[in-house]
């Protein structure tokens, strides 16, 4: 996976994950990880890195000055919204666009392509979700004009979340053959039967 990619997708997902591990099942505790669990599967490449490069000079993810501003990681909405809209996802109204969804995830792979199933699914299910959370979202963008100033972006968090759960679903769905089998990837994808990616990083 291209470094900038990758970096970029770890800290989208890990950001997005503090926020939703809040529905993992009581038995899903957490895993003493040394191993980044992105490296058991290497999944494609799903955007286009020249896309995700531009968006995260533009909104670049300062981790340190989130920490220090808020306790919490850093927040990704704006870059993930960069991405949605200069790929088209989302038309100039900001509504997404279902088949342009499809579209992107899947124009980098190859029709006969193991993972062609695994994304599709990916999409279907985390559009499904991300539907339900529309008023979850609504809110989150009131909130963000209220504490925000005047000329303070505002950025609709569905856009990492649909990156995220895209990305993290196709992992967890990763084909039994592409996975690696170390003794602690092996963990990671016991633990990924019965519990969500999200519970990885409580």
Not at 122 to 146: L, M, N, R, Y
Not at 151 to 167: K, M, Q, R, Y
């Amino acid at each position: 996976m291209n470094f900038v990619y990758g970096k970029v997708l770890l800290m989208v997902v890990c950001s997005t994950l503090l926020v939703s591990v809040a529905g993992a099942p009581n038995t899903c505790g957490k895993l003493d990880l040394k191993t980044d669990p992105f490296t058991c599967c290497t999944i494609p490449k799903l955007l286009d890195v020249s896309i995700v490069s531009s968006c995260f000079e533009k909104f670049p993810i300062d981790k340190d000055a989130a920490d220090k501003g808020t306790g919490g990681m850093p927040k990704t909405e704006c870059m993930s919204e960069c991405i949605l809209n200069t790929t088209g996802i989302y038309n100039r109204r900001g509504e997404l666009d279902e088949k342009k969804l499809n579209s992107v995830f899947t124009d980098s792979l190859p029709e006969n392509s193991p993972w062609m199933s695994v994304v599709r699914k990916a999409i279907k299910e985390c559009s499904a979700k991300a539907t339900k959370k529309d008023k979850e979202f609504e809110k989150a963008v009131a909130d963000q004009k209220k504490a925000g100033g005047k000329g303070t972006p505002v950025c609709n968090p569905e856009a990492s979340f649909l990156v995220d759960c895209i990305h993290t679903t196709v992992f967890s769905d990763c084909p039994t053959n592409l996975r690696s089998t170390t003794p602690e990837c092996d963990a990671i994808w016991k633990f990924l039967k019965n519990c969500p990616f999200s519970a990885l990083r409580q």
